[in-house]
């Protein structure tokens, strides 16, 4: 069964650099895609991108000049950095494990609100 | 606006079966068999329910099943519990440059 855990700062200013990490626990690190997930309050999901245990990364093209996701396979951990973040980036953000055979995600985190201050 | 259109709610009664549908395109639903539902309780992660289109994870109720003709998936519920009352969201692998689509969800109320 695998877990998986967020954890960051859950307040970041305006213009400044989101970062989140999250640790998998009870799965082998090269089974799936490890992604990241948004929420806005009260709003649907959107998909951020992920990394496979090579370090290859693919992302959502609406942030993906802003999004960086980088992994460390020894500490079973993936991180999410957004830069240049607004208002419209406070979110609770899931990391999640991506099935490569059939594109579901099969687990989650419990999820980590960050709100954008100003 | 999202990749894929869900309704906005939908409800029944206890007991009673309903459908949820998914609209996508022939770039996502229409070309692969890679649609995913999801369950979503307030405050919760959510769920996986369903997997390429109609599979259900171990664990998830056979109340649950998934179909798809064409464009459009769609989830459906039978013999609904109260319980169920919570959000569902659809996702799809796309061959845009995106990986995978969510629609917008979809509230389900139990009467």
């Known amino acids: 069964q695998v877990q998986l855990q967020e954890s960051g700062p859950g307040l970041v200013k305006a213009s400044e650099t989101l970062s989140l990490t999250c640790t998998v626990s009870g799965g082998s690190i090269s089974t799936y895609y490890w992604s990241w997930i948004r929420q806005p309050p009260g709003k649907g999901l959107e998909w951020i991108g992920y990394?496979?245990?090579?370090?290859?990364?693919k992302y959502n093209p609406s942030l993906k000049s802003r999004v960086i996701i980088s992994g460390d396979t020894s500490k079973k951990e993936f991180s999410l950095k957004l830069s240049s973040v607004t208002a419209a980036d406070t979110a609770v953000y899931y990391c999640a494990s991506l099935s490569g055979n059939s594109y579901g995600l099969d687990y989650w985190g419990q999820g980590t609100l960050v709100t954008v201050s100003s | 606006q999202s990749a894929l259109t869900q309704p906005a709610s939908v409800s029944g009664s206890p007991g009673q079966s309903i459908t949820i549908s998914c609209i996508g395109t022939?770039?996502?639903?229409?070309?692969?068999?890679?649609v995913s539902w999801y369950q979503q309780h307030p405050g919760k992660a959510p769920r996986l329910m369903i997997y390429?289109?109609?599979n259900r994870p171990s664990g998830v109720s056979n109340r649950f099943s998934g179909s798809k003709s064409g464009n459009t998936a769609s989830l459906t519920i039978s013999g609904l519990q109260a319980e169920d009352e919570a959000d569902y969201y659809c996702s799809s692998f796309t061959s845009d440059r995106a990986l995978v689509v969510f629609g917008g969800g979809t509230t389900l109320t139990v009467l």
């Open positions: 990394i496979y245990y090579t370090g290859s990364t």
């Open positions: 390429e289109v109609t």
């Open positions: 022939s770039s996502d639903v229409g070309n692969y068999d890679y």
